[in-house]
C-alpha cells in the first residue's frame, strides 16, 4: 500500500567531474545517436528521419551522430533481441515515462520478486544493448531507471563516453560507482555492470549495498568492504555478488548477466588463479617439518 504521507528521498546527486588538473573535464562525444538530456529525459536516433525523442513531452528534436556518414547504431534494436520481445524498448525511446525506480522502492519498499527479476533482466538487456553500442552509461543507478506500464528503461545518458575512453577522475553517484572509478583508474563497462549490481540490490533490500551517508565514507565502503546484500536469495543474490566484485576482470559481462537471468543461473566467469594464504604456507611446511623429524628420530631409535 503506498503511502500518501511520505515524501520521495531526494535521488543522490552525481559526483561532478574531476576539475583538479587545472581544465573542466568536458562531456564527451558520444559515438552513437544518443544524447544527454535533462533529468527525466531520454534521447535516441531510433525515430524516423533521424528524430530523437523525448521521454517527458514526447516532441522531436534532432539526433547527430557524433562521426560524420556514421549512421545510428541499432540500440534499441539490441536491447530488443535480448530480451526476445518483439517491442520492448527499454534502452530509451519515445513513451520513456513512468515513476524512477528510485522513489518507487523509497515509498513502497523492496521490488516484489516476479518484477524484481523483469526489472533486472530488462535493465541488463539495456546496458547490453549501449556497450554493443560502444559506450558506457557511466552512472547507472536507481534514480536514472523509469518503471513504465511497458516495463524499465535506462535514461539519463549523464556522462556518457565512449567504451575505450577512460574516465577524467571520479564521475557518477557514490554508493553505485565502482571502485575503479573512485581510485581514478581506467573506467569501462566492467564498471556499468558494478552499477547494475549495485542498483538490483537496492530494488530487492530497500538499500544500497554500501550504505548511505557522507560521499567519502561511502567510497570507502566501496573500495574496502564487502557488499550487504540483506535477506537476497538464489540466483539473483550470486549474480549481484559477482558483479560487485572488487576487480573489474571479474565480473560478469552485460551479455553474461542477461543469459544469467533467462536461465536462472549465476554466470559464468573465468576462474581466478587459486592463491594459497601465506600463513597456510606456513603451516603446511611446519606440519612437514614435524613429519619429517619423526621419521628420522623413528629410524635412529
Keep these: 500500500m503506498r503511502k500518501s504521507s511520505s515524501v520521495p528521498a531526494e535521488p543522490e546527486s552525481p559526483v561532478p567531474h574531476d576539475t583538479s588538473r587545472g581544465r573542466t573535464s568536458p562531456r564527451p562525444a558520444l559515438p552513437t545517436a544518443v544524447r544527454t538530456g535533462r533529468a527525466g529525459q531520454a534521447h535516441t536516433g531510433q525515430g524516423h528521419g533521424g528524430q530523437a525523442h523525448t521521454g517527458r513531452s514526447g516532441r522531436p528534436g534532432k539526433a547527430r551522430p557524433?562521426?560524420?556518414?556514421?549512421?545510428?547504431?541499432?540500440?534499441?534494436?539490441?536491447?530488443?533481441?535480448?530480451?526476445?520481445?518483439?517491442?520492448?524498448?527499454?534502452?530509451?525511446?519515445?513513451?520513456?515515462?513512468?515513476?524512477?525506480?528510485?522513489?518507487?522502492?523509497?515509498?513502497?519498499?523492496?521490488?516484489?520478486?516476479?518484477?524484481?527479476?523483469?526489472?533486472?533482466?530488462?535493465?541488463?538487456?539495456?546496458?547490453?544493448?549501449?556497450?554493443?553500442?560502444?559506450?558506457?552509461?557511466?552512472?547507472?543507478?536507481?534514480?536514472?531507471?523509469?518503471?513504465?506500464?511497458?516495463?524499465?528503461?535506462?535514461?539519463?545518458?549523464?556522462?556518457?563516453?565512449?567504451?575505450?575512453?577512460?574516465?577524467?577522475?571520479?564521475?557518477?553517484?557514490?554508493?553505485?560507482?565502482?571502485?575503479?572509478?573512485?581510485?581514478?583508474?581506467?573506467?569501462?563497462?566492467?564498471?556499468?555492470?558494478?552499477?547494475?549490481?549495485?542498483?538490483?540490490?537496492?530494488?530487492?533490500?530497500?538499500?544500497?549495498?554500501?550504505?548511505?551517508?557522507?560521499?567519502?565514507?561511502?567510497?570507502?565502503?566501496v573500495t574496502s568492504r564487502r557488499p550487504d546484500l540483506g535477506d537476497m536469495t538464489g540466483p539473483l543474490r550470486d549474480l549481484a555478488a559477482r558483479c560487485l566484485d572488487k576487480n573489474p576482470a571479474a565480473r560478469p559481462t552485460a551479455p553474461q548477466v542477461v543469459r544469467a537471468l533467462r536461465e536462472g543461473q549465476g554466470p559464468m566467469p573465468k576462474p581466478r588463479p587459486t592463491r594459497i594464504p601465506r600463513y597456510r604456507?606456513?603451516?603446511?611446511?611446519?606440519?612437514?617439518?614435524?613429519?619429517?623429524?619423526?621419521?628420522?628420530?623413528?629410524?635412529l631409535f
Excluded at 524498448?89 to 524512477?100: C, F, I, L, N, T
Excluded at 520478486?113 to 552512472?139: E, F, N, Q, S, Y
Excluded at 573506467?187 to 540490490?201: K, L, S
Excluded at 606440519?287 to 623429524?293: G, K
Design 281 to 299: 604456507w606456513r603451516m603446511m611446511v611446519a606440519l612437514a617439518a614435524v613429519v619429517i623429524c619423526g621419521f628420522v628420530l623413528g629410524m
Design 66 to 221: 557524433a562521426h560524420p556518414g556514421q549512421g545510428h547504431p541499432p540500440v534499441t534494436k539490441d536491447a530488443m533481441d535480448d530480451a526476445e520481445a518483439p517491442r520492448l524498448r527499454h534502452v530509451v525511446g519515445a513513451d520513456a515515462e513512468g515513476p524512477r525506480l528510485q522513489d518507487v522502492v523509497d515509498e513502497d519498499g523492496p521490488l516484489p520478486a516476479k518484477h524484481l527479476h523483469r526489472v533486472a533482466l530488462r535493465t541488463a538487456a539495456a546496458l547490453a544493448a549501449i556497450h554493443r553500442a560502444g559506450t558506457v552509461h557511466g552512472d547507472f543507478r536507481p534514480a536514472n531507471v523509469l518503471l513504465g506500464p511497458d516495463g524499465a528503461k535506462v535514461v539519463d545518458f549523464g556522462i556518457v563516453r565512449t567504451a575505450g575512453e577512460a574516465a577524467d577522475g571520479a564521475a557518477g553517484t557514490p554508493a553505485y560507482m565502482a571502485p575503479e572509478q573512485i581510485e581514478d583508474e581506467p573506467v569501462g563497462r566492467p564498471a556499468d555492470v558494478f552499477a547494475w549490481g549495485a542498483t538490483v540490490v537496492f530494488a530487492a533490500t530497500g538499500r544500497p549495498p554500501f550504505g548511505t551517508g557522507p560521499a567519502p565514507e561511502v567510497m570507502r565502503r
